[in-house]
């Protein structure tokens, strides 16, 4: 796979924000295979494209927006509970991204602060990492979800990475060391709003029009895999590779 970005410079990052869904978990298609079961009721099919739009926002503003594009006959709170229902039955089923383990076990071990920033709402997070807490376990209890007080406006808003930060101790002043992983496009704006060195891991499905070629331009580095990250770029140790 290709590095679509390398770093201009190296930093001292002094923690790491993790999104969750799409980027530590793979479960963007079973978000895919619950909302297209539920468009296919209405005859409907629901395309990569606005799947794409979706990834990152807060569910209820991925709900909204599912429902105007699609132009189906539901509320947004019928379709959240109908897609809860389906979401109970798949998430146990996700498991670790390729080189996910591997990497957030190795910053662990180095003593990088590290921290999970997710849309996701705490119970389908617990749904989620329930059978994955040799991943989860290494976080600690800096875990933020979507549902926090103190988020006001989700992704591209920065309040979530913010809250992050905040759970981990840091100050203002160590905004412009943290470094966000993300695979969505309105993450990667949140990092970026948060101003923060975002590291975008993007899906290959993704279209590569010029508005995403720019936003590539302003990530720390653009890549398609946890497996190509070079812990040296952030100031870590290299990982000992098979």
Same mark, same amino acid.
């Given at each position: 796979?290709?590095?679509?970005?390398?770093?201009?410079?190296?930093?001292?990052?002094?923690?790491?924000?993790?999104?969750?869904?799409?980027?530590?978990?793979?479960?963007?298609?079973?978000?895919?295979?619950?909302?297209?079961?539920?468009?296919? *009721?209405? /005859? %409907?099919?629901?395309?990569?494209?606005?799947? &794409?739009?979706?990834?990152? +926002?807060?569910?209820?503003? !991925?709900?909204?927006?599912?429902?105007?594009?699609?132009?189906?006959?539901?509320?947004?709170?019928?379709?959240?509970?109908?897609?809860?229902?389906?979401?109970?039955?798949?998430?146990?089923?996700?498991?670790?991204?390729?080189?996910?383990?591997?990497?957030?076990?190795?910053?662990?071990?180095?003593?990088?602060?590290?921290?999970?920033?997710?849309?996701?709402?705490?119970?389908?997070?617990?749904?989620?990492?329930?059978?994955?807490?040799?991943?989860?376990?290494?976080?600690?209890?800096?875990?933020?979800?979507?549902?926090?007080?103190?988020? *006001?406006? /989700? %992704?591209?808003?920065?309040?979530?990475?913010? &809250?992050?930060?905040?759970? +981990?101790?840091?100050?203002? !002043?160590?905004?412009?060391?943290?470094?966000?992983?993300?695979?969505?496009?309105?993450?990667?704006?949140?990092?970026?709003?948060?101003?923060?060195?975002?590291?975008?891991?993007?899906?290959?499905?993704?279209?590569?029009?010029?508005?995403?070629?720019?936003?590539?331009?302003?990530?720390?580095?653009?890549?398609?895999?946890?497996?190509?990250?070079?812990?040296?770029?952030?100031?870590?140790?290299?990982?000992?590779?098979?």
């Amino acid at each position: 796979m290709p590095i679509l970005k390398h770093p201009e410079t190296v930093i001292q990052a002094t923690h790491v924000l993790f999104d969750m869904d799409g980027l530590l978990l793979n479960t963007e298609h079973l978000y895919w295979v619950a909302s297209n079961t539920i468009a296919q *009721r209405f /005859g %409907k099919t629901y395309e990569w494209t606005l799947k &794409a739009k979706l990834m990152g +926002l807060r569910e209820d503003d !991925a709900a909204e927006l599912f429902i105007k594009e699609m132009d189906i006959p539901m509320t947004a709170a019928e379709f959240l509970v109908e897609r809860k229902r389906l979401h109970a039955e798949l998430f146990p089923n996700c498991v670790p991204l390729p080189g996910v383990v591997e990497f957030v076990s190795h910053l662990h071990n180095v003593g990088m602060p590290m921290a999970v920033c997710t849309s996701s709402h705490r119970k389908p997070f617990e749904l989620k990492s329930a059978h994955n807490q040799h991943l989860f376990k290494l976080f600690r209890e800096n875990i933020t979800t979507g549902d926090d007080p103190s988020i *006001r406006k /989700g %992704k591209p808003a920065p309040d979530l990475f913010l &809250a992050g930060h905040k759970q +981990l101790g840091r100050s203002e !002043a160590d905004i412009a060391t943290a470094v966000v992983f993300e695979d969505a496009i309105s993450g990667v704006q949140a990092g970026l709003n948060a101003g923060m060195h975002v590291v975008w891991v993007r899906d290959a499905r993704l279209q590569r029009g010029a508005a995403e070629i720019e936003l590539e331009s302003k990530c720390f580095a653009v890549l398609e895999s946890m497996t190509e990250f070079d812990p040296e770029w952030i100031g870590v140790s290299p990982m000992l590779r098979n």
